[in-house]
Nanobody
Framework: QVQLVESGGGLVQSGGSLRLSCTTS????????IGWFRQAPGKEREGVSC????????YYADSVKGRLTISRDNAKNTVYLQMNSLTPEDTAVYYC?????????????????WGQGTQVTVSS
């Protein structure tokens, strides 16, 4: 059974950091791309980063470049999103999702499996 479970969200002050985890099971992580998305209240879902597990290639949305880092630990079947220099504009529910290997962040239709999300709240 394919599962993606996010964790690591919480409340943090502006300028602070959080590390989100996406723990996966039920499939071979190397065969896929894992993306991180976020959705703030009243806003459309936004892709922030993705990683193609096999070769480690990464992509970041312009809004998060230089502040967020995506990585993976194949032994733990887990993908991480390190978030630094957080601002209130980063407040959202963050989701991880699975897509076929080589998928881009904009290929949202290819992300078929999603986690339940983890709330990130940044106070000013």
């Amino acid at each position: 059974q394919v599962q993606l479970v996010e964790s690591g969200g919480g409340l943090v002050q502006s300028g602070g950091s959080l590390r989100l985890s996406c723990t996966t099971s039920g499939f071979i992580l190397d065969d896929y791309t894992i993306g991180w998305f976020r959705q703030a209240p009243g806003k459309e879902r936004e892709g922030v980063s993705c990683i193609s597990i096999s070769d480690g290639s990464t992509y970041y949305a312009d809004s998060v470049k230089g502040r967020l880092t995506i990585s993976r630990d194949n032994a733990k079947n887990t993908v991480y999103l390190q978030m630094n220099s957080l601002t209130p504009e980063d407040t959202a529910v963050y989701y991880c999702a699975r897509a076929p290997y080589g998928s881009l962040l904009d290929d949202t239709a290819r992300y078929h499996w999603w986690g339940q999300g983890t709330q990130v709240t940044v106070s000013s």
